[in-house]
């Protein structure tokens, strides 16, 4: 069964201090992998599309990186106005569906 | 939020009644989603659309309908509202299925007493 688990639920940062959320999947055969940005009262807003592993995607202070099991989203440096809920989404090469993980809640304290 | 309204944006209603709710895109595209979302869960998929009249079901449709008649309206329906359908509904749309991204609403929060 498709799956996908993100870690930590929940994460403060100091301003400036760079750290990395995880998403793990399990799918047969990856067709694509997402990342969202969700603020409160808000839909979620895309960020990233990797499609295998090794790719790597850059914007801003967010790096997402993907493996064959996980990818991570780095965020270096982060300011106030990075934290949100963070959320990984994949589709499978096999039926229509995207799964979607619980997210990561992220706060960054000035 | 990418040419993609919701409305309403927010209800409440009683156990037991009829409720639609309405997506409307300006961006063309082809596919349409509805998601439900709630805490512990994630985003889980009720429905989605492939073209105009070409629905089909996700993970958790029961107890939901819908209808596409133009291609840029996606309409849900609880046909009898109950309190597990309590939730933030969120449509989305995407130009393509497949492995291309979707694109979200501002999302509805539905409350049945």
């Known amino acids: 069964e498709d799956q996908v688990t993100q870690s930590p639920e929940a994460l403060r940062l100091q301003e400036g201090e760079s750290s990395s959320l995880n998403c793990s999947y399990t799918?047969?055969?990856?067709?694509?992998l997402f990342w969202y940005r969700q603020d409160p009262g808000k839909g979620p807003e895309f960020l990233f599309t990797l499609y295998s592993a090794g790719e790597e995607k850059e914007k801003e202070r967010l790096k997402a990186t993907l493996t064959k099991k996980e990818s991570f989203l780095h965020i270096t440096a982060p300011k106030p106005e990075d934290s949100a809920t963070y959320l990984c989404?994949?589709?499978?090469?096999?039926?229509?569906?995207?799964?979607f993980g619980t997210g990561t809640s992220l706060t960054v304290i000035p | 939020d990418a040419g993609i309204t919701q409305s309403p944006r927010h209800k409440v209603t009683e156990t037991g009644t009829p409720v639609t709710l309405r997506c409307h895109q300006t961006?063309?595209?082809?596919?349409m989603y509805w998601y439900r979302q709630d805490p512990g869960h994630g985003l889980r998929l009720i429905h989605y659309s492939y073209g105009v009249k070409d629905t089909d079901k996700g993970e958790v449709s029961d107890g939901y309908s819908v209808s596409r008649s133009k291609t840029e309206d996606f309409l849900l329906t609880l046909e009898s509202a109950t309190s597990s359908q309590t939730s933030v509904y969120f449509c989305a749309i995407s130009p393509l299925m497949g492995a291309y991204e979707q694109y979200f609403g501002p999302g509805t929060r539905l409350t049945v007493t």
């Open positions: 799918v047969s055969g990856l067709r694509g």
């Open positions: 989404a994949v589709r499978s090469n096999t039926g229509n569906q995207f799964y």
């Open positions: 961006e063309n595209h082809r596919y």
